[in-house]
Protein backbone atom coordinates (compact mmCIF):
# COMPACT_ATOMS: atom_id res chain seq x y z
CA UNK A 1 0.00 0.00 0.00
CA UNK A 2 2.82 2.27 1.12
CA UNK A 3 4.57 2.25 -2.46
CA UNK A 4 1.12 3.15 -4.18
CA UNK A 5 1.57 6.38 -2.07
CA UNK A 6 4.78 7.13 -3.07
CA UNK A 7 4.32 6.58 -6.80
CA UNK A 8 0.93 8.94 -6.56
CA UNK A 9 1.58 10.95 -3.90
CA UNK A 10 -0.51 12.64 -1.23
CA UNK A 11 -0.98 15.66 -2.44
CA UNK A 12 -3.01 14.04 -5.58
CA UNK A 13 -5.37 12.23 -2.62
CA UNK A 14 -5.81 15.86 -1.03
CA UNK A 15 -6.69 17.71 -4.35
CA UNK A 16 -9.60 15.34 -4.52
CA UNK A 17 -10.61 15.66 -1.50
CA UNK A 18 -10.84 19.22 -1.72
CA UNK A 19 -12.36 18.78 -5.26
CA UNK A 20 -15.45 16.02 -4.37
CA UNK A 21 -15.71 18.48 -0.90
CA UNK A 22 -16.16 21.82 -3.21
CA UNK A 23 -19.14 19.47 -5.24
CA UNK A 24 -20.29 18.82 -1.79
CA UNK A 25 -20.21 22.70 -0.76
CA UNK A 26 -21.55 23.94 -4.20
CA UNK A 27 -24.90 21.79 -4.23
CA UNK A 28 -25.78 22.56 -0.99
CA UNK A 29 -25.51 26.11 -2.24
CA UNK A 30 -27.36 25.63 -5.40
CA UNK A 31 -29.84 22.79 -5.67
CA UNK A 32 -32.85 23.33 -4.28
CA UNK A 33 -34.05 19.46 -3.58
CA UNK A 34 -33.53 18.59 -0.07
CA UNK A 35 -32.25 15.17 -1.14
CA UNK A 36 -29.79 16.13 -3.62
CA UNK A 37 -28.70 19.05 -0.88
CA UNK A 38 -28.48 15.64 1.40
CA UNK A 39 -26.34 13.75 -0.77
CA UNK A 40 -24.43 16.53 -0.90
CA UNK A 41 -23.88 16.85 2.89
CA UNK A 42 -22.96 12.73 1.86
CA UNK A 43 -20.15 14.00 -0.48
CA UNK A 44 -18.38 16.70 2.12
CA UNK A 45 -18.37 13.77 4.59
CA UNK A 46 -16.95 11.08 2.26
CA UNK A 47 -14.44 13.26 0.85
CA UNK A 48 -13.35 14.06 4.34
CA UNK A 49 -13.13 10.10 5.02
CA UNK A 50 -10.98 9.60 1.65
CA UNK A 51 -8.38 12.31 3.16
CA UNK A 52 -8.37 10.97 6.44
CA UNK A 53 -7.79 7.27 5.12
CA UNK A 54 -5.08 8.60 2.72
CA UNK A 55 -3.31 10.37 5.53
CA UNK A 56 -3.35 7.51 7.87
CA UNK A 57 -2.09 5.30 5.23
CA UNK A 58 0.56 8.11 4.54
CA UNK A 59 1.59 8.42 8.62
CA UNK A 60 1.20 4.54 8.68
CA UNK A 61 -0.94 5.33 11.72
CA UNK A 62 -4.48 3.45 11.95
CA UNK A 63 -6.39 6.38 14.29
CA UNK A 64 -6.83 7.91 10.95
CA UNK A 65 -8.85 4.64 10.12
CA UNK A 66 -10.90 4.56 12.92
CA UNK A 67 -11.41 7.86 12.94
CA UNK A 68 -13.32 7.12 9.59
CA UNK A 69 -15.42 4.30 11.40
CA UNK A 70 -16.62 7.13 13.63
CA UNK A 71 -17.53 9.61 10.85
CA UNK A 72 -19.65 7.13 8.84
CA UNK A 73 -21.48 6.26 11.89
CA UNK A 74 -22.08 9.53 12.39
CA UNK A 75 -22.94 10.53 9.33
CA UNK A 76 -25.81 7.91 8.71
CA UNK A 77 -27.50 9.13 12.17
CA UNK A 78 -27.13 12.53 11.08
CA UNK A 79 -28.80 11.93 7.78
CA UNK A 80 -31.24 9.66 9.34
CA UNK A 81 -32.20 12.54 11.09
CA UNK A 82 -32.82 14.33 8.15
CA UNK A 83 -34.75 12.30 6.47
CA UNK A 84 -37.08 12.45 9.29
CA UNK A 85 -37.77 16.13 9.27
CA UNK A 86 -38.07 16.58 5.37
CA UNK A 87 -40.95 13.47 5.95
CA UNK A 88 -42.54 15.48 8.02
CA UNK A 89 -42.10 18.33 5.53
CA UNK A 90 -43.35 16.56 3.07
CA UNK A 91 -46.32 15.73 4.65
CA UNK A 92 -46.96 19.61 5.35
CA UNK A 93 -46.19 20.74 2.21
CA UNK A 94 -46.25 18.31 -0.36
CA UNK A 95 -43.16 18.96 -1.87
CA UNK A 96 -39.30 18.85 -0.65
CA UNK A 97 -38.45 22.13 -2.53
CA UNK A 98 -36.42 24.22 -0.13
CA UNK A 99 -37.75 27.55 -1.77
CA UNK A 100 -41.13 26.38 -0.34
CA UNK A 101 -39.97 27.57 3.57
CA UNK A 102 -40.42 30.91 3.77
CA UNK A 103 -42.38 31.08 6.60
CA UNK A 104 -39.69 32.46 9.11
CA UNK A 105 -38.26 36.40 7.36
CA UNK A 106 -37.73 39.34 9.72
CA UNK B 1 -15.01 10.46 32.98
CA UNK B 2 -17.61 8.85 35.54
CA UNK B 3 -19.74 11.79 34.62
CA UNK B 4 -19.87 10.96 31.16
CA UNK B 5 -21.29 6.92 32.02
CA UNK B 6 -23.32 8.10 34.50
CA UNK B 7 -25.21 11.04 32.07
CA UNK B 8 -25.36 7.84 29.38
CA UNK B 9 -26.89 5.29 32.01
CA UNK B 10 -29.61 7.86 32.61
CA UNK B 11 -30.46 8.71 29.50
CA UNK B 12 -31.12 4.74 28.82
CA UNK B 13 -33.03 4.87 32.07
CA UNK B 14 -35.37 7.50 30.71
CA UNK B 15 -35.97 5.23 27.64
CA UNK B 16 -36.56 2.32 29.34
CA UNK B 17 -38.97 3.84 32.27
CA UNK B 18 -41.61 4.63 29.20
CA UNK B 19 -41.26 0.46 28.17
CA UNK B 20 -42.13 -0.43 32.32
CA UNK B 21 -44.51 1.84 32.47
CA UNK B 22 -43.25 4.22 34.76
CA UNK B 23 -44.24 7.90 32.69
CA UNK B 24 -45.31 10.11 35.62
CA UNK B 25 -41.82 8.72 37.29
CA UNK B 26 -39.46 9.57 34.14
CA UNK B 27 -39.01 13.31 34.87
CA UNK B 28 -38.60 13.05 39.05
CA UNK B 29 -36.33 10.07 38.38
CA UNK B 30 -34.25 12.58 35.95
CA UNK B 31 -34.49 15.77 37.90
CA UNK B 32 -32.85 13.21 41.14
CA UNK B 33 -30.58 11.83 38.45
CA UNK B 34 -29.46 14.60 37.33
CA UNK B 35 -28.50 16.65 41.36
CA UNK B 36 -26.93 13.04 41.72
CA UNK B 37 -24.36 13.78 38.56
CA UNK B 38 -23.91 17.17 39.45
CA UNK B 39 -22.63 16.28 42.90
CA UNK B 40 -20.75 13.92 41.72
CA UNK B 41 -19.39 15.75 39.63
CA UNK B 42 -18.71 18.54 42.13
CA UNK B 43 -16.78 16.33 44.13
CA UNK B 44 -14.09 15.66 41.03
CA UNK B 45 -12.73 19.57 41.36
CA UNK B 46 -9.69 19.35 42.42
CA UNK B 47 -8.91 16.41 40.29
CA UNK B 48 -6.70 16.57 37.22
CA UNK B 49 -6.54 13.05 35.32
CA UNK B 50 -6.68 11.78 31.93
CA UNK B 51 -8.70 8.38 31.02
CA UNK B 52 -8.50 5.96 27.96
CA UNK B 53 -5.04 7.43 26.40
CA UNK B 54 -6.11 10.52 27.06
CA UNK B 55 -9.44 10.33 25.29
CA UNK B 56 -11.15 12.04 28.30
CA UNK B 57 -9.46 15.32 30.31
CA UNK B 58 -10.82 15.85 33.78
CA UNK B 59 -9.22 19.02 35.15
CA UNK B 60 -10.96 22.39 36.72
CA UNK B 61 -11.74 23.98 33.18
CA UNK B 62 -14.05 20.74 32.15
CA UNK B 63 -15.28 20.23 36.05
CA UNK B 64 -16.79 23.62 35.97
CA UNK B 65 -18.27 23.89 32.85
CA UNK B 66 -19.82 20.27 33.25
CA UNK B 67 -21.32 21.25 36.20
CA UNK B 68 -22.61 24.28 34.26
CA UNK B 69 -24.12 22.80 32.13
CA UNK B 70 -25.76 19.69 34.29
CA UNK B 71 -27.29 22.44 35.64
CA UNK B 72 -29.15 24.06 33.28
CA UNK B 73 -30.13 20.83 32.01
CA UNK B 74 -31.92 19.78 34.96
CA UNK B 75 -33.51 23.60 34.79
CA UNK B 76 -34.39 22.66 31.49
CA UNK B 77 -36.07 19.41 32.09
CA UNK B 78 -38.10 20.69 35.05
CA UNK B 79 -39.41 23.24 32.23
CA UNK B 80 -40.36 20.31 30.28
CA UNK B 81 -42.92 18.80 32.89
CA UNK B 82 -45.37 21.55 32.05
CA UNK B 83 -44.05 22.03 28.14
CA UNK B 84 -44.69 18.47 27.19
CA UNK B 85 -48.16 17.98 29.06
CA UNK B 86 -50.43 18.05 26.13
CA UNK B 87 -47.97 15.05 24.48
CA UNK B 88 -47.63 12.61 27.32
CA UNK B 89 -46.40 9.75 25.28
CA UNK B 90 -43.57 11.44 23.53
CA UNK B 91 -42.16 12.82 27.12
CA UNK B 92 -39.71 10.03 27.73
CA UNK B 93 -38.12 10.92 24.15
CA UNK B 94 -37.84 14.24 24.59
CA UNK B 95 -36.10 14.20 28.05
CA UNK B 96 -34.07 11.06 27.11
CA UNK B 97 -32.85 13.16 24.01
CA UNK B 98 -32.05 16.38 26.49
CA UNK B 99 -29.85 14.10 28.35
CA UNK B 100 -27.73 12.83 25.38
CA UNK B 101 -27.77 16.49 24.59
CA UNK B 102 -26.00 16.51 27.55
CA UNK B 103 -23.94 13.83 27.00
CA UNK B 104 -22.45 15.61 24.28
CA UNK B 105 -21.76 18.91 26.23
CA UNK B 106 -19.83 17.12 28.63
CA UNK B 107 -18.45 14.86 26.32
CA UNK B 108 -17.09 18.59 24.01
CA UNK B 109 -16.10 19.95 27.01
CA UNK B 110 -14.04 17.08 28.17
CA UNK B 111 -12.53 15.91 25.28
CA UNK B 112 -8.36 15.02 24.69
CA UNK B 113 -8.49 13.89 21.54
CA UNK B 114 -10.40 15.40 18.55
CA UNK B 115 -12.24 11.91 17.82
CA UNK B 116 -13.83 12.51 20.89
CA UNK B 117 -14.77 16.26 20.49
CA UNK B 118 -16.12 15.34 17.09
CA UNK B 119 -18.64 12.68 18.76
CA UNK B 120 -19.62 14.95 21.26
CA UNK B 121 -19.96 17.92 18.66
CA UNK B 122 -22.12 15.69 16.62
CA UNK B 123 -24.27 13.93 19.47
CA UNK B 124 -24.93 17.46 20.97
CA UNK B 125 -26.11 18.79 17.02
CA UNK B 126 -28.44 15.49 16.03
CA UNK B 127 -30.10 16.15 19.50
CA UNK B 128 -30.72 19.55 18.67
CA UNK B 129 -32.09 18.48 14.98
CA UNK B 130 -34.25 16.20 16.48
CA UNK B 131 -35.63 19.10 19.06
CA UNK B 132 -35.74 21.94 16.51
CA UNK B 133 -38.41 19.51 14.48
CA UNK B 134 -39.89 17.75 17.22
CA UNK B 135 -43.68 19.55 16.40
CA UNK B 136 -44.10 17.60 13.12
CA UNK B 137 -47.77 19.18 12.37
CA UNK B 138 -46.10 22.78 12.80
CA UNK B 139 -44.50 23.59 9.59
CA UNK B 140 -42.44 26.50 11.36
CA UNK B 141 -40.73 23.79 13.03
CA UNK B 142 -40.51 21.97 9.89
CA UNK B 143 -38.89 24.85 8.69
CA UNK B 144 -36.68 25.59 11.96
CA UNK B 145 -35.50 21.87 11.66
CA UNK B 146 -34.66 21.78 8.42
CA UNK B 147 -32.25 24.89 8.35
CA UNK B 148 -30.93 23.54 11.23
CA UNK B 149 -30.22 20.10 9.61
CA UNK B 150 -28.25 21.70 6.50
CA UNK B 151 -26.61 24.58 8.55
CA UNK B 152 -25.43 22.12 11.42
CA UNK B 153 -24.24 19.32 9.49
CA UNK B 154 -22.91 21.93 6.53
CA UNK B 155 -20.55 23.15 9.64
CA UNK B 156 -19.57 19.85 10.83
CA UNK B 157 -18.55 19.03 7.04
CA UNK B 158 -16.04 21.70 7.43
CA UNK B 159 -15.13 21.31 10.79
CA UNK B 160 -14.16 17.34 10.02
CA UNK B 161 -12.34 18.79 7.15
CA UNK B 162 -9.98 20.68 9.60
CA UNK B 163 -9.84 17.79 11.71
CA UNK B 164 -8.79 15.68 8.91
CA UNK B 165 -6.47 18.72 7.97
CA UNK B 166 -4.65 18.84 11.06
CA UNK B 167 -4.54 15.18 11.29
CA UNK B 168 -2.49 15.09 8.31
CA UNK B 169 0.03 17.32 9.78
CA UNK B 170 0.16 16.16 13.38
CA UNK B 171 -0.39 12.44 12.66
CA UNK B 172 -2.26 12.05 15.62
CA UNK B 173 -5.76 13.55 16.77
CA UNK B 174 -3.91 14.04 20.80
CA UNK B 175 -4.32 17.10 22.11
CA UNK B 176 -1.02 17.25 23.39
CA UNK B 177 0.50 16.38 20.10
CA UNK B 178 -1.54 19.01 18.38
CA UNK B 179 -0.17 21.78 21.24
CA UNK B 180 3.32 20.51 20.36
CA UNK B 181 2.93 20.93 16.90
CA UNK B 182 1.12 24.24 16.98
CA UNK B 183 4.31 25.68 18.85
CA UNK B 184 6.97 24.36 16.66
CA UNK B 185 7.77 26.02 13.26
CA UNK B 186 8.47 22.82 11.59
CA UNK B 187 4.84 22.42 11.20
CA UNK B 188 3.36 22.53 7.80
CA UNK B 189 0.38 24.49 6.68
CA UNK B 190 -1.88 21.80 6.10
CA UNK B 191 -2.34 22.58 9.79
CA UNK B 192 -3.04 26.45 9.47
CA UNK B 193 -5.54 25.50 7.19
CA UNK B 194 -7.29 23.03 8.95
CA UNK B 195 -7.17 25.31 12.10
CA UNK B 196 -8.80 27.97 9.99
CA UNK B 197 -11.83 25.45 9.19
CA UNK B 198 -12.59 24.65 12.30
CA UNK B 199 -12.72 28.41 13.29
CA UNK B 200 -14.85 28.63 10.64
CA UNK B 201 -16.95 25.88 11.59
CA UNK B 202 -17.42 26.84 15.73
CA UNK B 203 -18.14 30.31 14.72
CA UNK B 204 -21.34 28.91 13.04
CA UNK B 205 -22.05 27.06 15.86
CA UNK B 206 -21.79 29.77 18.11
CA UNK B 207 -23.61 31.92 15.60
CA UNK B 208 -21.16 34.80 15.34
CA UNK B 209 -21.68 36.79 12.92
CA UNK B 210 -20.53 35.98 9.36
CA UNK B 211 -22.24 32.82 10.37
CA UNK B 212 -24.99 34.20 12.12
CA UNK B 213 -28.03 34.21 9.83
CA UNK B 214 -29.32 30.39 10.21
CA UNK B 215 -30.07 31.42 14.32
CA UNK B 216 -33.14 33.95 14.08
CA UNK B 217 -34.86 31.47 11.83
CA UNK B 218 -33.96 28.30 14.38
CA UNK B 219 -34.69 30.10 16.75
CA UNK B 220 -38.03 31.66 15.98
CA UNK B 221 -39.62 28.02 14.72
CA UNK B 222 -38.40 25.55 17.20
CA UNK B 223 -40.63 25.28 20.30
CA UNK B 224 -40.06 27.68 22.76
CA UNK B 225 -38.34 25.18 25.10
CA UNK B 226 -35.79 23.98 22.37
CA UNK B 227 -34.92 27.39 21.43
CA UNK B 228 -34.16 28.07 25.35
CA UNK B 229 -31.92 24.94 24.93
CA UNK B 230 -30.24 26.44 21.77
CA UNK B 231 -29.72 30.01 23.36
CA UNK B 232 -28.20 28.71 26.73
CA UNK B 233 -26.93 25.38 26.99
CA UNK B 234 -25.79 24.73 22.98
CA UNK B 235 -24.15 28.57 22.46
CA UNK B 236 -22.35 28.31 25.69
CA UNK B 237 -21.40 24.50 24.98
CA UNK B 238 -19.55 25.89 21.88
CA UNK B 239 -18.09 28.73 22.88
CA UNK B 240 -16.11 26.48 25.60
CA UNK B 241 -15.41 24.29 23.37
CA UNK B 242 -13.88 26.34 20.99
CA UNK B 243 -12.18 28.52 23.94
CA UNK B 244 -10.52 24.98 24.57
CA UNK B 245 -9.24 24.03 21.18
CA UNK B 246 -7.90 27.76 20.94
CA UNK B 247 -5.79 26.83 23.79
CA UNK B 248 -4.46 23.99 21.74
CA UNK B 249 -4.70 24.59 18.36
CA UNK B 250 -3.47 28.72 19.06
CA UNK B 251 -0.06 28.20 21.21
CA UNK B 252 1.25 31.01 19.08
CA UNK B 253 -1.61 32.40 17.78
CA UNK B 254 -0.46 35.38 15.22
CA UNK B 255 -1.75 38.79 14.57
CA UNK B 256 -3.21 38.02 11.45
CA UNK B 257 -6.27 35.18 13.80
CA UNK B 258 -6.34 37.57 16.46
CA UNK B 259 -7.60 40.58 13.86
CA UNK B 260 -10.05 38.26 12.58
CA UNK B 261 -11.62 37.57 15.74
CA UNK B 262 -11.44 41.18 16.68
CA UNK B 263 -13.58 41.61 13.93
CA UNK B 264 -15.57 38.87 13.62
CA UNK B 265 -16.63 39.74 17.95
CA UNK B 266 -17.20 43.79 16.80
CA UNK B 267 -19.77 42.68 14.48
CA UNK B 268 -21.17 40.22 15.81
CA UNK B 269 -21.83 42.59 18.82
CA UNK B 270 -23.04 45.51 16.60
CA UNK B 271 -25.47 43.68 13.69
CA UNK B 272 -26.76 41.63 16.76
CA UNK B 273 -27.59 44.73 18.79
CA UNK B 274 -29.27 46.54 15.93
CA UNK B 275 -31.26 43.57 13.96
CA UNK B 276 -32.40 43.01 17.78
CA UNK B 277 -33.98 46.80 17.50
CA UNK B 278 -36.68 45.90 14.89
CA UNK B 279 -38.14 42.36 16.28
CA UNK B 280 -41.36 41.67 17.67
CA UNK B 281 -41.14 38.43 18.15
CA UNK B 282 -39.08 38.15 21.97
CA UNK B 283 -37.40 34.70 20.65
CA UNK B 284 -36.14 36.37 17.44
CA UNK B 285 -35.04 39.08 19.62
CA UNK B 286 -32.97 36.78 21.66
CA UNK B 287 -31.54 35.52 19.16
CA UNK B 288 -30.20 38.71 17.73
CA UNK B 289 -29.38 39.22 21.61
CA UNK B 290 -27.43 35.77 21.75
CA UNK B 291 -25.18 36.70 18.52
CA UNK B 292 -24.25 40.06 20.24
CA UNK B 293 -23.29 38.20 23.14
CA UNK B 294 -21.32 35.56 21.19
CA UNK B 295 -19.55 38.55 20.25
CA UNK B 296 -18.94 39.66 23.39
CA UNK B 297 -17.97 35.81 24.45
CA UNK B 298 -15.04 35.71 21.39
CA UNK B 299 -13.49 38.64 23.21
CA UNK B 300 -12.27 36.03 25.85
CA UNK B 301 -10.13 34.23 23.17
CA UNK B 302 -7.80 37.70 22.48
CA UNK B 303 -6.14 36.76 26.23
CA UNK B 304 -6.17 33.05 26.51
CA UNK B 305 -4.20 32.85 29.68
CA UNK B 306 -5.93 34.82 31.80
CA UNK B 307 -9.91 35.09 30.88
CA UNK B 308 -10.84 31.23 31.53
CA UNK B 309 -12.41 32.40 35.00
CA UNK B 310 -14.39 35.51 33.31
CA UNK B 311 -15.43 33.47 30.24
CA UNK B 312 -17.17 30.86 32.58
CA UNK B 313 -18.61 33.47 34.53
CA UNK B 314 -20.13 35.68 31.69
CA UNK B 315 -21.36 32.13 30.18
CA UNK B 316 -23.11 31.28 33.51
CA UNK B 317 -24.33 34.91 34.45
CA UNK B 318 -25.53 34.94 30.68
CA UNK B 319 -27.00 31.58 30.88
CA UNK B 320 -29.34 31.42 33.58
CA UNK B 321 -30.64 34.83 32.77
CA UNK B 322 -31.60 32.97 30.12
CA UNK B 323 -32.81 30.32 31.37
CA UNK B 324 -35.25 32.89 33.79
CA UNK B 325 -36.21 34.50 31.02
CA UNK B 326 -37.25 31.75 28.71
CA UNK B 327 -39.58 30.35 31.83
CA UNK B 328 -41.86 33.49 31.92
CA UNK B 329 -41.86 33.47 28.12
CA UNK B 330 -42.50 29.66 28.48
CA UNK B 331 -45.50 30.63 30.65
CA UNK B 332 -46.47 33.62 29.00
CA UNK B 333 -46.75 32.06 25.12
CA UNK B 334 -47.72 28.60 25.97
CA UNK B 335 -50.84 28.38 24.37
CA UNK B 336 -50.23 30.72 21.45
CA UNK B 337 -48.73 30.14 18.38
CA UNK B 338 -45.95 33.07 18.07
CA UNK B 339 -44.27 35.22 21.03
CA UNK B 340 -44.73 38.42 19.96
CA UNK B 341 -44.21 41.29 22.23
CA UNK B 342 -47.48 42.19 22.52
CA UNK B 343 -48.61 39.21 24.33
CA UNK B 344 -46.00 40.55 27.83
CA UNK B 345 -48.46 43.61 27.57
CA UNK B 346 -49.47 44.05 31.21
CA UNK B 347 -47.58 41.51 33.02
CA UNK B 348 -47.18 43.70 35.65
CA UNK B 349 -50.50 43.84 36.49
CA UNK B 350 -51.33 40.32 36.30
CA UNK B 351 -48.43 38.91 37.18
CA UNK B 352 -45.72 41.14 39.53
CA UNK B 353 -43.17 38.18 40.21
CA UNK B 354 -43.12 36.31 36.62
CA UNK B 355 -42.62 40.49 35.05
CA UNK B 356 -40.33 41.20 38.01
CA UNK B 357 -38.11 38.40 36.99
CA UNK B 358 -38.21 38.44 33.04
CA UNK B 359 -37.33 42.32 33.79
CA UNK B 360 -34.55 41.32 36.11
CA UNK B 361 -32.82 38.44 33.86
CA UNK B 362 -33.29 41.21 30.42
CA UNK B 363 -31.56 43.96 32.60
CA UNK B 364 -28.79 41.24 33.83
CA UNK B 365 -28.37 40.37 30.31
CA UNK B 366 -28.14 44.53 29.08
CA UNK B 367 -25.80 44.59 32.10
CA UNK B 368 -27.27 46.56 34.79
CA UNK B 369 -25.55 46.55 38.08
CA UNK B 370 -26.17 44.09 40.88
CA UNK B 371 -27.05 41.91 38.08
CA UNK B 372 -24.41 39.68 37.31
CA UNK B 373 -24.18 40.62 33.51
CA UNK B 374 -23.28 44.05 34.74
CA UNK B 375 -19.96 42.34 36.44
CA UNK B 376 -19.43 39.54 33.38
CA UNK B 377 -19.38 42.35 30.59
CA UNK B 378 -16.99 45.01 33.19
CA UNK B 379 -14.64 41.30 34.01
CA UNK B 380 -14.48 40.58 30.11
CA UNK B 381 -13.86 44.00 28.73
CA UNK B 382 -11.15 44.63 31.62
CA UNK B 383 -9.23 42.07 30.33
CA UNK B 384 -9.65 43.03 26.43
CA UNK B 385 -8.61 46.10 27.46
CA UNK B 386 -5.31 45.01 29.80
CA UNK B 387 -4.50 42.73 26.51
CA UNK B 388 -4.84 46.29 24.78
CA UNK B 389 -7.58 46.00 22.14
CA UNK B 390 -9.21 49.67 23.27
CA UNK B 391 -11.26 49.59 19.83
CA UNK B 392 -12.87 46.58 20.78
CA UNK B 393 -14.15 47.47 24.29
CA UNK B 394 -15.35 51.07 23.12
CA UNK B 395 -17.21 48.96 20.28
CA UNK B 396 -18.04 46.94 23.35
CA UNK B 397 -19.37 49.90 25.29
CA UNK B 398 -21.39 51.14 22.60
CA UNK B 399 -23.04 47.83 21.86
CA UNK B 400 -24.17 47.73 25.62
CA UNK B 401 -26.00 51.31 25.31
CA UNK B 402 -27.59 50.15 22.24
CA UNK B 403 -28.82 47.18 23.54
CA UNK B 404 -30.88 48.46 26.69
CA UNK B 405 -33.19 49.87 24.28
CA UNK B 406 -34.49 46.27 22.75
CA UNK B 407 -35.03 45.04 26.24
CA UNK B 408 -36.33 48.49 27.62
CA UNK B 409 -38.76 47.56 24.96
CA UNK B 410 -40.11 44.38 26.94
CA UNK B 411 -39.91 45.59 30.42
CA UNK B 412 -42.06 48.99 29.44
CA UNK B 413 -44.92 46.76 27.41
CA UNK B 414 -44.96 44.56 30.83
CA UNK B 415 -45.75 47.47 33.16
CA UNK B 416 -46.77 50.20 31.21
CA UNK B 417 -49.73 48.68 29.09
CA UNK B 418 -52.84 47.71 29.88
CA UNK B 419 -53.17 43.66 30.18
CA UNK B 420 -55.19 42.51 26.90
CA UNK B 421 -55.89 38.96 28.79
CA UNK B 422 -57.86 37.38 31.64
CA UNK B 423 -54.57 36.40 34.51
CA UNK B 424 -53.89 33.10 34.24
CA UNK B 425 -52.42 30.72 36.64
CA UNK B 426 -48.33 30.22 36.94
CA UNK B 427 -47.56 26.35 36.65
CA UNK B 428 -45.25 25.69 40.21
CA UNK B 429 -42.19 24.28 37.41
CA UNK B 430 -42.01 27.53 36.07
CA UNK B 431 -42.06 29.76 38.84
CA UNK B 432 -39.71 27.52 40.87
CA UNK B 433 -36.82 27.87 37.70
CA UNK B 434 -37.77 31.34 36.89
CA UNK B 435 -37.26 32.28 40.59
CA UNK B 436 -34.21 30.04 41.38
CA UNK B 437 -32.53 30.94 38.45
CA UNK B 438 -32.85 34.84 38.53
CA UNK B 439 -31.91 34.19 42.34
CA UNK B 440 -28.38 32.61 41.28
CA UNK B 441 -28.36 35.44 38.87
CA UNK B 442 -28.09 37.85 41.34
CA UNK B 443 -26.14 36.11 44.12
CA UNK B 444 -23.29 35.76 41.91
CA UNK B 445 -23.51 38.96 41.04
CA UNK B 446 -23.13 40.14 44.48
CA UNK B 447 -20.12 37.53 44.96
CA UNK B 448 -18.60 37.00 41.75
CA UNK B 449 -15.25 36.19 43.10
CA UNK B 450 -16.83 32.64 44.00
CA UNK B 451 -16.73 32.23 40.75
CA UNK B 452 -13.96 33.66 38.96
CA UNK B 453 -11.24 32.20 41.74
CA UNK B 454 -12.89 28.71 40.68
CA UNK B 455 -10.81 28.62 37.44
Known amino acids: MEHILKEIGVETYLYLSALLFSIGVFGILLRRNAIIMFMSIEIMLNAVNLLLVAFSTFHQDASGQVFVFFSMAVAAAEVAVGLAILVSIFRNLGSIDIDNLKNLKG | MSTIIAIAVLGVVCLLAEIFNLRKAIIPITVAGLLAILGMTVTEFNTTESYYNNMIVVNRFTVAFSSLFILLTLFLVTLSHHFYKNRPSKVSDFI ?12 MVSFGNLAMFFLGLEILSISLYILAGSKPLSLKSNEAGMKYFLMGSFASGVILFGIALIYGAVASFDMNMIYEASNSAATGDWFYIGVCMITVGMLFKIAAVPFHFWAPDVYEGAPALTTATMSTLAKVVAMATFFKLNMAMNGNMNFAYETVIVIISIFSMTVGNIMALRQNNIKRMLAFSGISHAGFMLMALLNLSNTTGSLFYYVTAYTLAGIAAFAVILYVCNDKDDESITFFNG ?11 LSASLLSMAGIPIFSGFFAKFFILNQTLQAGYLILVIAGIINSIISVYYYFKVISAM ?4 PN ?9 YYVVAVLAIGLNIAIGLFPSCLMDLL
Do not use: D, H, R, S
Open chain 2, 415 to 418: YTKE
Open chain 2, 421 to 429: EAKKPVPFE
Open chain 2, 96 to 107: AIKIFLLLGAVA
Open chain 2, 347 to 357: LGKNNPVMAAV
